[in-house]
T-cell receptor, first 112, second 115 residues
């Protein structure tokens, strides 16, 4: 079975802190994605990566950056956390573009 | 711009009932459509993936259909159980050059199955 893991289930940070969210998949998938989920807004794509060191902006990249140094690991970085980044963050991966996507358990981030 | 809509937003049924969840999309140029289940505070579990060339997919008590020309998909759940209570999300991947392969989601239908 595909397994996508995220480094933390719950995280509480202060405004202005640098925050790292880690995602690891164990199925040698090419594509990895970061989404955020908010009540009333649904899931929205922040960034995705289709190969090591490759990244593309999604619908809401402002305030975020990403890093993919190894194929199995995709990190989301909040350079200076703000309260409007309080959200549920979900990582996903797929073998190729358009293939079935598998999601991690999510990280509930609260920025105070 | 693709828009995915799920109606109703919430549904409550007695245990044992067969039910249908609806998903509609405005742009029929999709590559595939995926149904997910999400339990409160948890990640998404993939239920079924339908490629654009397919009409339906089945897994156990679940059957998903796709009518691309009319922009609709349905998820049929047979003999519902309290354990089926969750939010069900549908999402599409677009089928054109430059598509990022990312999913475009509906806002979900929250299902409650009463014992």
């Amino acid at each position: 079975d595909v397994k996508v893991t995220q480094s933390s289930r719950y995280l509480v940070k202060r405004t202005g802190e640098k925050v790292f969210l880690e995602c690891v998949q164990d199925m040698d998938h090419e594509n990895m994605f970061w989404y955020r989920q908010d009540p009333g807004l649904g899931l929205r794509l922040i960034y995705f990566s289709y190969d090591v060191k490759m990244k593309e902006k999604g619908d809401i990249p402002e305030g975020y950056s990403v890093s993919r140094e190894k194929k199995e690991r995709f990190s989301l970085i909040l350079e200076s956390a703000s309260t409007n980044q309080t959200s549920m963050y979900l990582c996903a991966s797929s073998f190729w573009e358009g293939d079935e996507q598998f999601f991690g358990p999510g990280t509930r981030l609260t920025v105070l | 711009k693709q828009e995915v809509t799920q109606i109703p937003a919430a549904l409550s049924v007695p245990e044992g009932e067969n039910l249908v969840l609806n998903c509609s999309f405005t742009d029929s140029a999709i590559y595939n459509l995926q149904w997910f289940r999400q339990d409160p505070g948890k990640g998404l579990t993939s239920l079924l993936l339908i490629q654009s060339s397919q009409r339906e997919q089945t897994s156990g008590r679940l059957n998903a259909s796709l009518d691309k020309s009319s922009g609709r998909s349905t998820l049929y759940i047979a003999a519902s159980q309290p354990g089926d209570s969750a939010t069900y999300l549908c999402a599409v991947v677009m089928n054109y050059g430059g598509s990022q392969g990312n999913l475009i989601f509906g806002k979900g239908t929250k299902l409650s199955v009463k014992p």
